[in-house]
């Protein structure tokens, strides 16, 4: 095995365009790594070798033709939650563990339109809902820094496959931190794009007004590249938004002084607010301690720094855990035993089958979840939970709305805590949902954000989070990529 496997996709791209490899030869590596390292980080729960090694050399034949993109011939991983054709989607869940759709989610057939190798579907807490990648129901996946510990969740699977180099980079989705949490947790790159920014048409629904597909890599350069393939307006969606391709590398740049991106203000000078109320309690020293040596460095780089407030922030963890049931509950009402899926089959009775089919099928996760959503929509309840919720987002949104008219961005931490060790919290399940608690937010007022490698605490990564208005993707990756740029913490990789 060489070291192709430890290529970035720029890096990748520019060898393969040179021809001083093939993505056959690239494509190789990664699999000889996954067969390597996989007994142990178990990131995957398909591996498509036979599928990635046909894909491959299409793409040497579109490099040979000089049609290649950024993304032709270089490995990806796609989380299970993803529609994939004539592969195996299972979202973690034994409810679907022989389902193979008939159709490619509309983010496959973008990558594939680009000649992109997949090599296989990415390990997830069970229909995306968990915060470790433990929910899985057939294996927990281990964070490569330290294989006793969880790489976070639910797309742990993504995060833990490109920190331990199996794949280039991961296709996720995030419906309260599922990308950002995890990458934070591996020391890689994550972003969740605007809400309707990347098409969900064949992204299996966990809860739809909140849940949103971002990518997976080791720096914000390869996080720009997959931006670039995987966004515009799909008509299969009806949330997609109506917006013109932008070219999400060409706002890279490594001066945060003078910024074009600050509306005016102060001569240029780009704002950074840092909200109070993400530094909570609880936080672990060496987690504050990083990203407050992570905001030092975005003012050294020119930016200017202010405190601010979000003051409903302490309701987002509360409004987040009556609308993400309650949507998943509908959207979970649909696995009958009927249609497609697991079907229990031991009785006459059709109530008895309905019944037995969610019994067996969902996992404990799911089925509290459901059992959560399912009493916030009932009848009355509904008004006193789900209404008063939905109340409770406008709030959070307009605080939001409120702050970006002070500043341009703002900088927190993604999670209080680093990885802790599998089964640490698996027995006190609002112990595991408060993780989320400074990713969520986001979610609920359908922001973009990306978390990016700022430390380590006790030789474990610690990741920063920036947030931003609408569409304000550019100005985001601008300063992530300025920020990494000076520092050097997405060049560290674990030791397996």
């Not at 990741?463 to 985001?476: D, F, K």
Request: aromatic share 8%; glycine share 8%.
């Amino acid at each position: 095995m060489s070291d192709l496997h430890r290529l970035t996709i720029h890096e990748a791209h520019r060898r393969l365009a040179a021809g001083e490899i093939s993505s056959v030869e690239l494509t190789q590596d990664c699999l000889e790594r996954i067969h390597q390292v996989e007994d142990r980080v178990q990131s995957f729960l398909t591996i498509t070798e036979e599928q990635a090694l046909e894909q491959a050399r299409q793409a040497d034949q579109r490099i040979a033709d000089g049609q290649a993109g950024p993304l032709t011939g270089v490995p990806v991983q796609i989380k299970d939650v993803i529609s994939t054709r004539g592969i195996n989607t299972t979202c973690g869940s034994r409810m679907l563990q022989d389902y193979v759709p008939v159709y490619n989610a509309t983010v496959v057939d973008n990558l594939y339109r680009q000649g992109a190798v997949m090599v296989g579907k990415g390990n997830m807490d069970e229909f995306a809902m968990g915060s470790s990648t433990e929910n899985s129901a057939f294996h927990a996946t281990h964070n490569p820094w330290d294989l006793q510990r969880v790489p976070g969740g639910s797309s742990g699977g993504g995060a833990a496959c490109v920190a331990a180099q199996e794949a280039t980079y991961a296709l996720g989705s995030d419906t309260g931190g599922s990308v950002r949490q995890p990458a934070s947790l591996c020391g890689v790159v994550g972003m969740k794009p605007t809400y309707g920014l990347v098409s969900r048409y064949g992204l299996v629904a966990f809860a739809s007004s909140l849940d949103q597909i971002g990518p997976i890599t080791r720096d914000v350069t390869d996080c720009a590249h997959v931006l670039n393939a995987i966004t515009g307006h799909d008509p299969k969606d009806s949330t997609s938004l109506p917006q013109a391709p932008k070219d999400y590398l060409a706002a890279l740049n490594d001066s945060l002084s003078s910024s074009p991106l600050a509306k005016g203000r102060s001569k240029g000078v780009l704002r950074i607010g840092v909200p109070e109320e993400y530094f909570v309690d609880g936080m672990e020293p060496g987690v504050r301690d990083a990203v407050e040596t992570g905001i030092k460095a975005l003012e050294d780089l020119g930016a200017t720094i202010e405190p601010v407030s979000l003051p409903t922030t302490k309701y987002a963890l509360a409004c987040y855990y009556i609308i993400a049931p309650s949507e998943c509950s509908a959207n979970l009402s649909r696995y009958d035993g009927v249609k497609y899926g697991y079907s229990f089959q031991d009785t006459s009775d059709m109530v008895e089958a309905m019944e037995k089919t969610r019994q067996f099928g969902f996992g404990p996760e799911v089925k509290r979840r459901i059992m959560l959503g399912t009493y916030a929509l009932s009848s009355g309840y509904y008004d006193a939970y789900y209404l008063k919720a939905q109340q409770v987002r406008t709030l959070i949104r307009q605080d939001f709305a409120r702050v970006f008219q002070q500043v341009d961005a703002l900088v927190t931490p993604t999670s209080p805590v680093a990885a802790f060790p599998l089964g640490a919290k698996t027995g006190d399940p609002v112990q595991m949902y408060l993780i989320d608690v400074c990713t969520l937010p986001v979610n609920i007022a359908g922001l973009p954000s990306i978390s990016v490698p700022c430390g380590f605490a006790q030789g474990l990564p610690v990741g920063m989070q920036l947030i931003g208005p609408h569409l304000s993707e550019e100005s985001l990756l601008r300063v992530a990529h300025a920020y990494e740029q000076a520092t050097e913490w997405h060049k560290a990789v674990p030791v397996l």
